[in-house]
């Protein structure tokens, strides 16, 4: 079992809706959750971070941590054809990781006018 | 201010010859992180700095492969010996290192593309 799976999609929106993007975790005991968005060709940027369980929001960006179903996700409202692009989801487990971030493989989204 | 940099940005080299990749951390960051990314696929930690001290190099997949930030800033990874299999983006990532939840907030650099011929 992957530590930190994700569904690789790719998942296709029409703009304006709502995109919304899943990542589950094996580590009960894992402390920290970002996620970040990998355009083709370019490195990986961090645009949220979650460490409590709830609702965290930023814009047009919601992410969600539920650490009893050891699950975080992230919604992208209004969706724009620039969101389009690979999101992954990190995991920081803590303890002796110490700043260890462990990636899942990615979700493709695409954004169709 | 300036991101995290990385030199050089592609590097092609032959079977068998060494390697050595920079990373030039976000000023101020304390700690400095190597991953490698395969395409498709998330990146995969190698090793990880506190300041100058190597805290964790778990990920480092054999002996051929080594890194060091002596002054606690600039990080070099070198690889030893090269093989076609170490062709990959090598990516380095740097945060404030600070104790609580937002020490690990990591931003990455635009990676260097090693091929491996």
């Known amino acids: 079992q992957k530590e930190v799976e994700q569904n690789s999609g790719p998942l296709s929106v029409p703009e304006g809706a709502i995109a919304s993007l899943n990542c589950t975790y094996s580590d009960r005991g894992s402390q920290s959750f970002f996620w970040y968005r990998q355009y083709s060709g370019k490195s990986p940027e961090l645009i949220m971070s979650?460490?409590?369980?709830g609702d965290k929001e930023d814009g047009r960006f919601t992410a969600q941590l539920n650490k009893a179903s050891q699950y975080v996700s992230l919604l992208i409202r209004d969706s724009q054809p620039s969101d389009s692009a690979t999101y992954l989801c990190?995991?920081?487990?803590?303890?002796?990781?110490?700043?260890?971030?462990?990636f899942g493989q990615g979700t493709i989204l695409t954004v169709h006018p | 201010g300036a991101g995290v940099s990385q030199s050089p940005r592609y590097k092609v080299t032959k079977r068998g010859q060494d390697v050595a990749l920079r990373c030039d951390p976000i000023?101020?960051?304390?700690?400095l992180y190597w991953y490698r990314q395969a395409l498709g696929q998330g990146p995969e930690f190698l090793t990880y700095?506190?300041?100058?001290?190597?805290?964790?190099k778990s990920g480092l997949p054999n002996d051929r492969f080594s890194a060091e930030r002596p002054e606690g800033s600039i990080s070099t990874l070198t690889i030893q010996r090269t093989e076609q299999r170490d062709s990959a983006m090598y990516r380095c990532?740097?945060?404030?290192?600070?104790?609580?939840?937002?020490?690990?907030?990591?931003?990455f650099g635009p990676g260097t593309r090693l091929t491996v011929t």
């Open positions: 700095f506190n300041y100058e001290a190597q805290q964790d």
């Open positions: 979650i460490y409590s369980n």
């Open positions: 990532a740097s945060s404030q290192g600070l104790a609580g939840g937002l020490s690990y907030e990591q931003y």
């Open positions: 000023s101020g960051h304390v700690s």
């Open positions: 990190a995991v920081y487990a803590g303890g002796t990781s110490y700043g260890k971030l462990t």
